[in-house]
């Protein structure tokens, strides 16, 4: 390890032995000659040079340093190099949001001809991402279950070239194999990139288990005070290159204000995802009291049809949980307008605990049928548990459950 009172430039990147939380608050930092503790901010979008030779030799490689912030900027690699750090990875790319990091990679790994599969759970961007986008430059798209590894065999072929996931899934909680699917990705010849960001790898890295490419929105938990907006890919050298080469052409780049709070935010994380998992798990236990709460799902509920695959994935159970009232979409909506603290809104991963109906929101443009077959009915309230006291957000709710 370097010893950190020489430290002087880049980059703090040597942590190896050092754990989850001190690579939080440590890996990649860099100081200038002004020997600040806390790290610096570069916000510019251009560098300059001695002399027009020392230009050449930057422009084509032979020196090290920066050329303009479109391609690498001191405070958006410190960040990419303390979230490779956490996750596992030798390298990251920072990416302008979290939809920006999916379509860097599809950029950078696809082509006309490839087969994709994809959980049939997931982010709704990201479907509409693959559905608009991806079919009209020729690329096929599966959906497949995310607990039923089979499945992924089934539905591979020959062109399949990307496997795309998050665990657990968005709201149901449904945890995805993800050694085994990774086993399914290895066999057919694709990449298998999972979407970490209802985790962060505080909670779950998926590199440990066999995936290839972790993906993040940043703009959840890794600020985790919802003011940025972010997003990152994490895996091997090899793989992240090509990503690289997609941002410094098409330029969906992170800022470097955003990757100096998103920097800041990571050195919080281990912390806030106690606290989130803590607080939520309080809600959960008192909504499954609940006599008009038909269901609740959370990972930490020891009734958890897949408690097993969790504890052996996940470290902590994480932030978010959904329940089930009985009335459909007329008795969810009123839980909803019943709150008077709670945020109506489809975001997640604040400080501040936020409410939504994921069947006319978040999973409003599928279709009914398919809504059922993620587990999704008119009944189904999705909270993610903030940092208030728990007890509050319990009366917040209580209100309208109460009522029914
Ligand atoms: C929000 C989110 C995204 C998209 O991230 P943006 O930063 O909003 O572009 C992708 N995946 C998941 C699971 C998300 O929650």
Known sequence: MTDIHDLLGPYQSDLTDA????????????????????????????????????????????????VYSRYTNP???????????????????????????????????????DHVICSQSVFGSTINLFEKYLRKFGIDIDYADPVNTADWKAKSRAETRLFFLESPSNPVMEVADLEAIAAVAKDVGALFAVDNCFCTPAIQRPLDFGADLVIHSATKFIDGQGRCLGGAVVGSKELIEPVVGVLRTAGPTMSPFNAWVFTKGLETLSIRMKAHTENCAVVAEWLSQHPKVARVNFCGLASHPQKALIDKQQRLAGGVLSFEVEGGKDAAWQVIDSTRMISITANLGDTKTTITHPATTTHGRITEEERLAAGISQGLIRVAVGLENPQDVIKDLARGLDAL
């Open 75 to 113: 405070t958006v690699r410190t960040f990419e190099e303390r979230l490779a750090a956490m996750e596992g990875g030798e390298a990251g790319a920072a990416t302008a949001s979290g939809m920006a990091a999916i379509l860097s990679v599809v950029l950078a790994h696809l082509k006309a001809g």
């Open 19 to 66: 754990e989850i939380e001190t690579l939080a608050v440590r890996a990649g930092q860099y100081r200038t000659q002004e020997h600040e503790h806390s790290e610096a901010i570069f916000p510019s979008s251009s560098y300059v040079f001695k002399s027009a030779a020392e230009a050449q030799a930057t422009f084509r490689g032979e020196l090290e340093g920066n």
